[in-house]
């Protein structure tokens, strides 16, 4: 004859174990869940910013380009210096 198979129950402390891990394990993932849309979002401002100053350097970078010419200069000198060429008069309004 065969001995019968007994069947070993878990003990009340190995359900309260499982359970503490599955309560920790869930937790973590949430608060990791929250962590990473934080840094999706994040993400997502620093790469539009990213594109804003690589159009403002582009933009830049044309600037820098035509600064050479003489056209540009004589620009420079009027609105940064207030120069005037030979025979111009310079108007302001000083109203309200």
């Known amino acids: ?4 198979i007994r ?3 878990s003990g009340l402390l190995t359900k309260v174990v499982v359970l503490l891990v599955v309560v920790c394990s869930t ?3 949430m608060s990791q869940r929250t962590q990473i849309r934080a840094k999706q979002a994040e993400y997502q401002k620093l790469n539009q ?3 804003q100053l690589e159009q403002k ?4 970078q044309a ?5 050479g010419s003489d056209d540009s200069v004589r620009d420079i ?3 940064e210096l207030g120069l005037v060429e030979n025979g111009e008069i310079i108007f302001t309004d000083r109203g309200e």
């Open 27 to 29: 937790v973590t993932l």
């Open 77 to 79: 000198a009027r609105r």
């Open 7 to 9: 069947v070993r129950r």
């Open 57 to 60: 350097n582009t933009q830049l």
């Open 63 to 67: 600037d820098l380009a035509g600064l």
């Open 49 to 51: 910013q990213v594109a």
């Open 1 to 4: 004859m065969k001995a019968p």
